[in-house]
């Protein structure tokens, strides 16, 4: 059969049509396999149709924005953490909506590039349904940097790549701005895309963090702002009547909300176990259920029940998600993946803001992550900073001392070690020395002994209750005197409210309503017991004494430390802070203290050190900011700087990365650096250039020289390279024309092969098209039951043999032709070989077969014969000649005679045939 012939009556036999129809079958078996999957699968498995199909009314990523119904987590995990979310499930449940938060899964989900390690928060929820966390709200389109409200510490500035689509962007808390213009803000702070993110997105974004300081956060109060008191001290009524009485006498004793929260998460990593397989999914009240009966539990548990205890304490908290810090992989890069999925809480505090806390026990959940690469044949290390004062790794021991959990769901809380601290001060502060005494020291007294015993540890600036008893009953009236200056006269429980001077020693006189001497205060160390005894009318008269107080204060610094910045000045004693002091930088007095202890100063333009201090009166305590200088260092992109190169600028302070500085080159600014504190600029084609990095006020300088000498001596080693060269090929007798010559044909093969490439693909689309319609036709045909199925799988069979057969030969021939049709003797081909390659393309001018550089020698002999009427004998010499030269490697000598006798057969015959096609064609145009 011919090439060109088919076993199908109006389908074409071409080569491409096995293709066509091979792509028809994979596209059946892909349709069937899909459909049928998820009858073999077991129950809940999703068919691969319906992961890249959404049904009607279904967004396979959750609701536009990133929100979504159900599901902890949604589908992508914390990159879709959706609006509403669920807590709670086992891995082994066979739910198909596990919880992200459990998985151990060690695929990345995005690398970053950031100027500090952090916690990437992707969303956060507002009220607490029992069960799970609602978050719904209405985004807001991002329309440029975002005001940040509370203290400020840090900038971290970073870079994100995604390695899994997204619709909530992890950004630091809390995110001032993000390179991407598309994005919609959350009022939690989530940064949100109405429609998902593909994998490989990358933005930018700066984040300015709140301070995390321990004495700064111990000065907050409870004056909260009304909205976030409404909004986040809210839970069910049946949980609180749960929860609310152990936490009561859990946190008896913290004397401001920084101590409650520290309080609770405490006994949570104390108390409870971590574990991803929890015993039992919850049926009710999360919180509840953990805290009174659930030995371990992960993230979500942790993270859920300090919420509601802290809530329960009126102390505005909430739940948030997104990712631990990861696996730092580089220079200030680190990649994450879906097991740092990661739920935690946010606690406000008043004049600061929203203020990360980690519940969960880090070390656990560390060596977990690093277990599940080790089960993937991968080393895992990390170091994370969870609350704040926190700090775990893997490979660190930690230190917890269990505790007894509650003994019922009545709120009985355990007998372990609990906080301490002290009543709320008079003026609703919290204040605290942090100590923890309970003021229960034993004073033995004698008859008409005065007792007077104070409610905490006397503290300059703390508030006090002084109670004054005499044998055991209160005295009412007495006039007490701190220091020699009234405080007020006690009342009928014997009890007086006072301040503690800022002074190193406290006396205390207690003035009587008789004609008796004033009653002083015995000396008393300041670490006694809080009771001490004034001797009365009846008994001894004491000497004047003194109560020492502790005059040194702790002096921290919140905000960036660098020339220029502005930071806040946080002044405490034992936790209470030192209020209307003078903030002092380098002696030189600058701003004085508020309520709270603070202050914000602006430093100095200028690169050392700075002595901070604070006074007041005698309380005093100083710290030192380290003021880095900026630098500058510089590398070239290629072995040597050269002009109008790249060179690499890299600035630092201190050994760290310098985000957003500006650098330029020759005076003009041409860039910014990156996360990793580096920017790539050109050089100029000068003798040598000044780069320039500024930030902060300060501006680093260095110079790339000998720019000219390096390109001298590139130019020097290229003109030697060339030199060797030339000589090289005169040895070889390379002459310049044979150069370009080669440098020709190089250029037409290079134009042949993209005008051949050109064709093919014009030519194939078109019989694609061609063969799908006769394939649909075919396929019609035997519906209607014009074709039998027997008959037209035979005919399959025996066209896809012989297709099987031709590219055989088609594979041993392609070389020949193309060798055949584009050799003219000019390279040094023998004589008698180019006659016979002459012969060959004589012959093919003479054959109708279109594209006869697909066909083999055989295939196209025979076309002529069939086909063309051509002399068989002839086409035969001419092939077997043809093939035993350029096959067979024999002598072209043997087959010259031959083969010219027989190519002047075939133009012979040819040309009648045309003289006979011409002479029919007149005939024809003279008939009337």
């Keep these: 059969m011919g090439s060109d012939d088919s ?24 349709v069937l396999a899909t459909a049928t999957l998820p009858i073999l699968a077991p129950g809940g498995t999703q068919s691969p149709m319906e992961s890249l199909i959404p049904l009607p009314q279904e ?17 992508l995990g914390a990159l879709n953490p959706g609006s509403q979310t669920d807590v709670g499930g086992s891995l082994d449940s066979g739910d198909s909506g596990d ?57 971290v500035d970073y870079e994100v790549r995604l390695a899994k689509p997204a619709t909530s962007l992890p950004t630091v808390w809390r995110p001032k701005s993000v390179s991407r213009d598309d994005v919609m803000v959350t009022e939690y702070g989530a940064v949100t895309s109405e429609r998902p993110l593909p994998a490989g997105t990358t933005y930018s974004a700066t984040s300015v963090t709140p301070p995390d300081d321990p004495e700064v956060l111990r000065t907050s109060g409870r004056d909260y702002p009304a909205d976030i008191e409404s909004r986040y001290t809210g839970v069910p009524a049946s949980t609180s009547a749960q929860v609310g009485p152990f936490t009561d006498r859990l946190t008896e004793d913290s004397d401001s909300p920084y101590e409650t929260a520290t309080t609770v998460e405490q006994w949570l990593e104390a108390n409870k176990n971590y574990s991803l397989n929890v015993s039992q999914p919850p049926e009710d009240d999360v919180a509840s259920e953990f805290i009174f009966q659930m030995d371990e539990g992960y993230c979500e548990y942790f993270a859920t029940s300090m919420v509601v205890m802290l809530r329960s304490q009126d102390i505005p908290a909430r739940y948030v998600v997104g990712y631990s810090t990861g696996e730092r992989t580089g220079q200030n890069q680190y990649t994450v993946r879906g097991m740092n999925a990661h739920a935690w809480v946010e606690v406000y505090f008043e004049g600061v803001g929203w203020v990360q806390f980690d519940p969960t026990p880090g070390q656990e959940r560390l060596e977990s992550e690093q277990q599940a690469m080790q089960n993937s044949s991968q080393e895992y290390s990390a170091a994370e900073s969870g609350s704040p004062d926190e700090e775990f790794a893997v490979g660190t021991p930690a230190d917890e001392t269990q505790t007894e959990a509650p003994t019922d769901g009545g709120g009985q809380e355990s007998g372990g070690d609990e906080t301490e601290g002290t009543e709320t001060g008079a003026d609703g502060t919290g204040d605290s020395d942090g100590t923890g005494d309970s003021g229960d020291g034993q004073t033995v007294s004698q008859s008409g002994e005065f007792i007077v015993e104070l409610n905490r540890t006397a503290t300059p600036g703390a508030a006090v209750a002084a109670t004054v008893t005499r044998d055991g009953a209160p005295v009412e009236g007495a006039t007490v005197s701190f220091n020699g200056e009234p405080v007020g006269t006690t009342g009928p429980a014997g009890t007086v409210s006072g301040t503690v001077p800022y002074e190193a020693e406290l006396t205390i006189t207690v003035d009587v309503a008789s004609d008796a001497d004033p009653l002083i205060a015995p000396s008393v160390p300041r670490d006694s017991a809080r009771s001490f005894a004034i001797t ?66 602006a430093l100095p333009t200028k690169p050392g050190n700075v002595s901070v201090a604070v006074e007041r009166d005698a309380v005093s305590g100083n710290t030192t900011v380290v003021l880095e200088q900026l630098s500058v260092a510089t590398s070239p992109s290629l072995p040597l700087a050269l002009p109008v190169a790249g060179q690499t600028v890299n600035a630092t302070m201190g050994g760290d990365p310098v985000t957003n500085a500006t650098v330029a080159v020759g005076g003009e600014p041409t860039a910014r650096t990156g996360a990793a504190g580096q920017a790539t600029v050109g050089l100029p084609f000068a003798a040598s250039a000044e780069i320039s990095v500024s930030k902060y006020g300060q501006t680093a300088t260095t110079t790339v020289g000998g720019l000219l000498v390096n390109a001298a001596g590139v130019v020097l080693a290229l003109g030697v390279l060339v030199a060797g060269t030339v000589v090289g090929a005169r040895r070889r007798n390379v002459t310049p024309g044979t150069v370009w010559g080669w440098v020709r044909a190089a250029r037409e093969l290079a134009v042949g092969a993209l005008v051949g490439v050109a064709v093919v693909a014009d030519d194939l689309l078109g019989r694609l098209r061609t063969r799908l319609e006769r394939t649909v036709t075919a396929l019609r045909d035997l519906l209607a039951g014009r074709r039998s199925p027997s008959a037209l799988l035979d005919a399959l069979r025996v066209w896809v043999n012989e297709r099987l057969s031709a590219a055989e030969e088609a594979a041993s021939d392609a070389v020949a032709v193309v060798s055949a049709t584009d050799s003219n003797g000019d390279d040094g081909t023998p004589a008698a070989r180019v006659t016979i390659r002459e012969a060959w393309t004589r012959f093919l001018t003479h054959v109708s077969l279109r594209r006869y550089w697909m066909r083999t020698p055989g295939e196209i002999a025979t076309h002529a014969i069939e086909r063309d009427g051509l002399p068989p004998a002839a086409v035969r010499t ?25 190519i002047r057969t075939i133009e012979a015959a040819a040309g009648q045939q045309s003289s006979a096609t011409d002479d029919t064609d007149d005939a024809t145009e003279g008939r009337p």
Excluded: K
Excluded at 10 to 27: E, F, K, M
Excluded at 59 to 68: C, M, Q
Excluded at 564 to 584: F, N, Q, S
């Design 536 to 601: 009365g009318p009846q008994a001894q008269q004491s000497t004047n004494a003194s109560y020492e107080l502790n005059t040194t204060a702790s002096v921290s610094i919140t905000g960036q430390q660098v020339t220029g910045g502005e930071v806040t000045v946080t002044a405490t004693v034992d936790g209470v802070p030192v209020r209307d002091g003078d903030v002092l930088l380098d002696g030189e007095q600058v701003a004085t203290t508020d309520r709270r202890g603070r202050a914000t100063v």
């Design 59 to 75: 967004n396979p990523f959750g609701e536009a924005g990133g929100t979504s119904t159900g599901g902890s987590g949604g589908q």
């Design 7 to 30: 076993p199908f009556d109006d389908v074409s036999a071409d080569r491409d049509y096995l293709r066509v129809l091979l792509t028809a079958v994979c596209v059946v078996a892909v």
């Design 99 to 155: 919880s992200p938060y459990q998985s151990q899964d060690t695929e990345p989900h995005f690398t970053v590039t950031s100027s500090e390690p952090a916690y990437w928060r992707t969303g956060a929820y507002e009220t607490y349904t029992g069960t799970g966390w609602d978050g719904r709200a209405e985004p807001q389109a991002y329309e440029g940097p975002m005001a940040v409200d509370g203290m400020s510490d840090t900038t």
């Design 878 to 902: 001419v092939r077997d000649a043809f093939r035993a030269v350029e096959y067979g490697q024999r002598d072209p000598q043997e087959h010259v005679a031959a083969v010219e006798d027989a």
